[in-house]
């Protein structure tokens, strides 16, 4: 999926005005390894983390009932958790 959706976004944004989108490339010199990397025309780099959510409710023939991910609790569990790896490679 990070795939499919850098290649969206890499196709709205234009290599020609100097972008350039990746998809889950290790950064230079880091542990990090952002889903989508977008590379602006000065060299910034925007990080582009994506989560996927469930219910926890089952479609019969698709999806199995699973944990509710989609509660606050997880969602704020997850995002401390990447902020944390950010903090930790960029020593905030």
């Not at 889903?35 to 025309?41: Q, S």
């Not at 089952?58 to 944390?84: C, F, P, W």
Request: net charge negative; hydrophobic share 35%; aromatic share 6%.
């Amino acid at each position: 999926m990070n795939k499919a959706l850098a290649n969206a976004i890499g196709q709205c944004l234009s290599e020609e005005q100097g972008y350039s989108v990746s998809a889950e490339l290790k950064l230079e010199n880091g542990r990090l390894k952002p889903d989508i990397g977008v590379t602006g025309p000065g060299g910034e780099l925007i990080c582009l983390e994506l989560t996927w959510r469930t219910t926890g409710t089952a479609v019969d023939g698709e999806i199995a009932k699973r944990q509710n991910t989609l509660s606050a609790g997880h969602i704020q569990k997850y995002l401390l958790e990447k902020i944390m790896e950010y903090v930790k490679e960029y020593r905030l």
